[in-house]
């Protein structure tokens, strides 16, 4: 992977191996900008960084730097006058999945059902030896379908072998009859709690699982070896480094998935910073037995928490809904676990000290969680920073709730800025006008007291930090629209644009300690940019390029090609 072998020698160092001599690099001619503690931007001109990739020193306009020497430097990097950020933190993704969506069929840029069918018949015609067709990225809400595709569909273009593809949110699959068949489903098989079936009149399957259901098809799917696993990962790390991510928060870590991130840790392969969420807690008890893990390699990898699921996604109409869906009146959405259980699964987690993460994105799912969360707060004392992935829409009779837990145990509201502008018009559709004051509302819910963490929800958004930063400051989409931005008084300002992506993602994490700001005592990660995002316009920032990526002192990723061919850098 391009710009990974170029880590090598720095993975060396990360692994805390006592250098033969003291190596210390001053970084100079930057306009350099992070975020400090008070949540301001804060400018330097340089910074130096030791042997084991910390930060020894950050310099100011006008302070003195050191010279080069035995006791000042030993090398030297000169950033030409370019920008120099954080490295940036993803806060919500799932690794091992971006890497596989990066390895199957993406349908993410079709626009209607025609050119998804013409796409997946290309893809299988050019790997026949395949035994199963699988994909992801399908959006019939972008076809302007107005029903979901059926298994009959997909046989006109693969007859011959199972065919499995996840919609754009993961939470909902396209299965053909060949898929149907490997899944042993007919007529006759019951509905799991917290999913759904598409059904023809005959009440046969008609192609398209939501939520639980899925499991019913992915069950039959021969399952990835460990080769698979850690090629996803390589895959994975490479694309987070081209868009300058050192670090992210794996939302929903299996024991598989745990075990190529030890596999790439020990071979000193892993070259991004993974703060894991187990996926439930029985994945949480395999992983970390009866507490979070310490870090590990050199503050790379850590498992501190655990992420649950409480409801579906607004595409689906599995979001948990107060009223019925706009568009679909006979439903409300499905709740995948009941309040009994989530708050039982909650304090299983917060028991034994981990950090609790849950999925809630339509307003009654969140205001079960904010319920949940206050109940809990009674047993559980202190700074537990419960986290709500994606807190989509939470009504603003809840915002209160929000401000009451924030202020006792500090509360993380955890969202994807590109979720906005991509759903804008669906949400239109299933929410109706009366309910999208409390829809993506950023600015509101820090106001409140939350803290915002950013990320992109890969595979399910590109991993791409600079159309959420855009998003976040504007609420426009990459072609501007809608004019003046979509509900414009949910805008947040740049300085908490970035720290949603650097300070804030890492605190949401606990690792202010250790990453997420440019200081002294914190990990050397950070990007070289062309372009400020402090005072480039939205879509300037949009377009940034990463010029170089930076993990503990050692380049992950160099967009000129002729320094990474695959020899380690050493500053």
């Known amino acids: 992977m ?21 190596a210390d690099t001053l970084v100079d001619n930057v306009r350099g900008e992070t975020i400090g503690p008070d949540g301001a931007v804060q400018n330097f001109v340089a910074l130096m960084f030791d042997d084991a990739g910390v930060i020894t020193a950050v310099y100011r306009a006008g302070d003195k730097l050191p010279r080069q020497g ?19 933190i993803d806060a919500h993704t799932h690794v091992i999945e971006t890497g596989f969506a990066l390895l199957t069929l993406d349908l993410s840029d079709t626009t209607s059902l025609n050119d998804a069918l013409a796409k997946i018949g290309a893809f299988a015609r050019a790997h026949p030896d395949r035994p199963w067709i699988l994909g992801s990225g399908w959006n019939q809400e972008r076809w302007h379908l107005g029903r979901f595709p059926t298994a009959a569909e997909l046989d006109a273009v693969v007859p011959d072998r199972p065919v499995w593809l996840n919609r754009a949110d993961f939470h909902a699959g396209w299965a053909n009859s060949a898929a149907l068949k490997a899944a042993a489903m007919t007529a006759s098989t019951p509905t799991p709690e917290g999913g759904a079936i598409e059904r023809l009149p005959d009440g046969r399957p008609a192609g398209v699982l939501v939520d639980h259901a899925t499991a019913l098809v992915t069950r039959a799917i021969p399952a990835p070896n460990p080769r698979d696993i850690d090629l996803a990962l390589a895959t994975a790390e490479a694309d987070f480094a081209k868009a300058g991510i050192t670090a992210v928060a794996d939302m929903g870590t299996s024991l598989n998935d745990w075990l190529a991130f030890r596999r790439a840790g020990d071979s000193n392969r892993l070259y991004v910073r993974i703060m894991a969420y187990a996926l439930g807690t029985e994945a949480m008890a395999a992983i970390g037995g009866s507490g979070p893990t310490p870090w590990l390699y050199a503050d790379r990898l850590r498992m501190g928490g655990v992420k649950l699921y409480l409801d579906g996604a607004l595409g689906s109409r599995g979001a948990w809904l107060k009223a019925p869906y706009t568009d679909m009146p006979a439903s409300q959405g499905t709740p995948l676990l009941t309040e009994t259980q989530l708050g039982n699964l909650m304090s299983r987690a917060a028991m034994d000290g981990y950090q609790v993460a849950v999925h809630a994105i339509g307003d009654k799912a969140n205001a079960t969680l904010l319920s949940a969360i206050s109940d809990l707060g009674q047993t559980y004392h ?3 920073r419960w986290r709500i992935e994606h807190a989509q829409i939470i009504d603003p009779a809840d915002w209160p709730k929000v401000a009451e837990i924030a202020a006792k145990g500090g509360l993380v509201v955890s969202m994807q800025p590109v979720h906005q502008t991509s759903d804008r018009q669906m949400a239109e559709a299933r929410l109706g006008p009366d309910r999208l004051r409390g829809a993506y509302a950023w600015a509101s819910l820090k106001r409140q007291g939350a803290v915002l963490a950013f990320g992109s929800d890969t595979p399910v958004e590109r991993p791409d930090p600079w159309i959420g930063i855009a998003a976040a400051i504007s609420r426009q989409d990459q072609t501007g629209a809608p004019v003046g931005g979509w509900q414009p008084q949910e805008r947040v300002d740049r300085a908490t644009a970035l720290a949603g992506y650097t300070s804030a ?10 990453f997420g700001r440019i200081a002294p005592g914190l990990r050397a990660d950070f990007i070289l940019v062309d372009t400020d995002p402090m005072t480039a316009s939205p879509d300037a920032i949009r377009k940034t390029r990463v010029l170089q990526t930076w993990v503990g002192g050692g380049k992950t990723w160099d967009a000129d090609p002729a320094v990474t061919r695959g020899q380690a850098q050493k500053p």
């Open 70 to 88: 035995r006791k000042g430097y030993q090398y030297h990097i000169d950033g030409k006058g370019r920008v120099l950020l954080p490295g940036l």
């Open 505 to 514: 993602a890492a605190w949401a994490g606990y690792a202010e300690a250790h």
């Open 2 to 22: 391009r710009g990974l072998r170029a880590a090598a020698l720095a993975c060396t160092l990360l692994a805390g191996l006592a250098p033969a001599a003291r």
């Open 382 to 384: 202190g700074e537990r």
